[in-house]
């Protein structure tokens, strides 16, 4: 016999008829993807844990109001983005302590975890635009048109900001990757 994995549109039926327990399945499904975008948005796991309850609490309690189940992600990671952007705009007064990356000696190959916590360190340099657009395309795999839901803009700006900072990544990363090479 073979079984069909239940659909993000028949769980949030279910859902919006009071069934808890395919919510509970819908944010099992989701809870990883939004935490991992929430914390790369907030730098901190206790804040993005925190954002993750509120915004699956908010994405409940506004379920009824989806007016197309089949933009479900977007609509999701648009509360987050509000929610973390919230965030954001409270403790903006306390400035950005990104660290500058540790450079390894010449010629010596990089770790995977210091490649990536380079790359963690270049996204953090990117202004909040450029970095939610990375993360929504390379992170999340999101469509332009889903970003541009997601985000609030047209998708001609999230290309731009896409590009930028794809752009300044590389060009902030390429040091450590010809590093890497030789």
Request: charged residues 30%; proline residues 4%; aromatic residues 8%.
């Amino acid at each position: 016999m073979i079984f069909r994995e239940v659909e993000d549109r028949d769980l949030i039926a279910k859902a919006r008829r009071g069934d808890v327990e395919a919510y509970n399945l819908l944010v099992s499904r989701w809870e990883k993807r939004v935490f991992n975008y929430l914390l790369r948005l907030v730098s901190n796991r206790e804040d993005a844990l925190d954002l993750s309850q509120d915004v699956f609490l908010k994405a409940y309690q506004n379920l009824p109001k989806l007016d197309d189940v089949e933009r479900f992600p977007a609509w999701l990671f648009r509360i987050g983005h509000n929610e973390a952007f919230s965030l954001l705009r409270r403790r903006r007064p306390e400035g950005d302590l990104a660290q500058e990356p540790r450079t390894s000696q010449p010629g010596a190959r990089l770790l995977p975890i210091e490649l990536s916590l380079a790359v963690e360190s270049a996204l953090r340099r990117l202004g909040e635009d450029q970095r939610e657009a990375v993360l929504l395309k390379v992170y999340q795999g999101f469509k332009f048109d889903e970003m541009a839901e997601i985000l609030g803009c047209p998708v001609s700006t999230d290309k731009s900001r896409l590009y930028t900072a794809l752009d300044l990544l590389k060009t902030t990363l390429a040091p450590m990757v010809s590093r890497e090479e030789s």
